[in-house]
């Protein structure tokens, strides 16, 4: 779903309508996303941030938040509208803007259902009650991979400021809690991409006992997604093969050519073809081909 017919979703779902603080969240919000429309087109620059409670709670931790995981020099302004700014200077990083309602229908617990790192997301994610959209403003002159990062770590002060429970990443179509969030966000760099809480994984039933998998979010990174029609890897030692070749491929770009091959020694030899999509056939893929 497009940002702004979620954002008009939400508000339309709202229990108090559009009042004067909607009116902000929409206003500023909708400056970030605008100002940044020059960019790459698919780059994230923002997400969503799951609560259990409608009422923003105590939001005085989020300073501390901002320092532990942005460093010393940031700061955040907590204004009267439930709308915490994060700032560097005279730069504003993002915002983070609480919204007194759930997503509606039901996108986040499709987004859940399936995740093998949350095997009971779908039930989890669908409690929430209100929301966080966390916003990257400054993502000019951002690479995707740059934007993702400030978008992440903007959503960890989020799951602390605000108490959240998971993390919806629409442009992956994936959802994790936030347990596994911030695991996976730790030690988050270029070089340490937690390229599963940003793209969804999902393990398919093949025949013969076998499994295959896809994903779903490459496209944020200007490429085509990953997937495997049939293996006989186990659960994690396919998710783990997929995230790593994710990773690397997010890192070097589209340098896999049709026809290349892949592989975690110099012995290992696992073809790749640019085939179409197992669920869209008019899409082009990543197809990894092991042999049988």
Known sequence: MKYHCLLVAILAFSPTGCDQSDTAIVAKVDMAVSDSSDQTEHATRHCFVLCREIEPGDQSRAADSVRRVFGPQYSAEISDDDIVTVTRGDDTVGFLAH????????????????????????????????????TNFGGEGQSPIESAIVVSQLAL??????????????????????????????????EHLPAPMWLRIQLVRAANDELGVYTLGMSQFGLMDIEVDRCAMSPRELVEFVSNLAHYLIQSGPVIADG???????????????????????????KVVFER
């Open 99 to 134: 919204v007194p309602a759930p997503i509606p229908g039901d996108e986040v617990a499709d987004c859940a259902d399936g995740n093998v790192l949350w095997p009971n997301g779908r039930d989890e994610a669908a409690k929430h009650r209100s929301h966080v959209i966390v």
């Open 157 to 190: 002060v989020a799951l602390d400021a605000f108490d959240g429970i998971g993390v919806y990443w629409g442009n992956g179509s994936v959802c994790n809690s936030r347990e596994v969030f911030e695991s996976f966000c730790d030690d988050i760099s270029e």
């Open 260 to 286: 290349n091959t892949v592989g975690g020694s110099e012995e290992e030899r696992i073809l790749v073809r640019h085939h179409p999509s197992m669920i869209e056939p008019d899409r082009q893929v990543y």
